[in-house]
């Protein structure tokens, strides 16, 4: 359904082009752009937000709590919301990330900014 950005420079893409449509993105530009998950920007009701940088601007990465017994399809039901709003008052969904690695296991990450 999405592209996918393995890349910084991918998801640098999406950024600056209005346009663009979300796109799946790895872990491991989530872990870099945050460098590691290392600034909290706040905490809602379903996880932690964090900060991540781009060469062009910066961007909320929000990861949904590893408590919440989430079911794929409800997971793919919000980013497929996620992914069809677009108004000038909503933050722009930027893509999602859905890979279990390491000590994020069965943690899924939506990503917006
Ligand atoms: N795009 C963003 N830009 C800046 N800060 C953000 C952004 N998104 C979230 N935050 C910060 O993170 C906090 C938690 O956001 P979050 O979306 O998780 O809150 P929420 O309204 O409780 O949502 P939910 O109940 O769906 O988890 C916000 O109150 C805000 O401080």
């Known amino acids: 359904m999405c592209e996918e950005a ?10 600056k082009d209005a346009n663009a ?5 790895s872990y491991a530009v989530l872990k870099s752009i945050t460098k590691n998950f290392g ?11 964090y900060l991540g940088e781009l060469r062009n ?3 909320a990465v929000k990861m949904l709590s590893t408590h ?19 108004h000038k008052h909503i933050v722009r969904f930027l893509g999602y990330c859905a890979e279990s690695q390491g000590e994020m296991m ?3 990450t939506i990503y917006s900014c």
């Open 6 to 15: 393995n890349d910084v420079e991918d998801l640098e893409h999406v950024f």
């Open 21 to 25: 449509k979300p796109v799946k993105i």
């Open 39 to 49: 600034q909290v920007i706040g905490r809602g009701g379903f996880g932690v937000v």
């Open 57 to 59: 601007g910066m961007v």
């Open 68 to 86: 919440m017994d989430l079911s794929d399809k409800s997971f793919s039901d919000e980013f497929g919301n996620l992914i069809r709003l677009k």
């Open 106 to 108: 069965n943690t899924k």
